[in-house]
């Protein structure tokens, strides 16, 4: 059974960081392809950032290059998202999902859409207050 579990959201302030972790399971890691989205009210989610676990390519929104920064570690099967200089427009409920490789990309051109993920996490609040 594949299993995604996000955690690390809460409350931080303007300025300040978070680091969000996306736990694993039931599938190869280290040939996947996770993405981290994230959903603001009534709205549909949105592509932050992506990793292959096999390459180590990375991909990030334009909201969000060179503020946060995804990372995997392939023995805890656990994929992060470094999130620094949050900002309050970044509070939304954060969910990490497998996508298929040639997807992965998109998350670069804000393209990526939520049909391009299989399997996704129950996600974790973040709030940043200014």
């Known amino acids: 059974e594949v299993q995604l579990v996000e955690s690390g959201g809460g409350l931080v302030q303007a300025g300040g960081s978070l680091r969000l972790s996306c736990a694993a399971s039931?599938?190869?890691?280290?040939?996947?392809?996770i993405a981290w989205f994230r959903q603001f009210p009534g709205k549909a989610r949105e592509g932050v950032s992506g990793i292959s676990n096999s390459d180590g390519s990375t991909y990030y929104a334009s909201s969000v290059k060179g503020r946060f920064t995804i990372s995997s570690d392939n023995a805890k099967n656990t994929v992060y998202l470094q999130m620094n200089s949050l900002k309050p427009e970044d509070t939304a409920v954060y969910f990490c999902?497998?996508?298929?490789?040639?997807?992965?990309?998109?998350?670069?051109?804000?393209?990526?859409?939520?049909?391009?993920?299989?399997?996704w996490g129950q996600g974790t609040q973040v709030a940043v207050s200014s």
């Open positions: 039931g599938f190869t890691f280290d040939d996947s392809a």
């Open positions: 999902g497998t996508v298929a490789r040639a997807d992965l990309r998109l998350v670069g051109y804000d393209a990526i859409k939520e049909h391009s993920v299989e399997y």
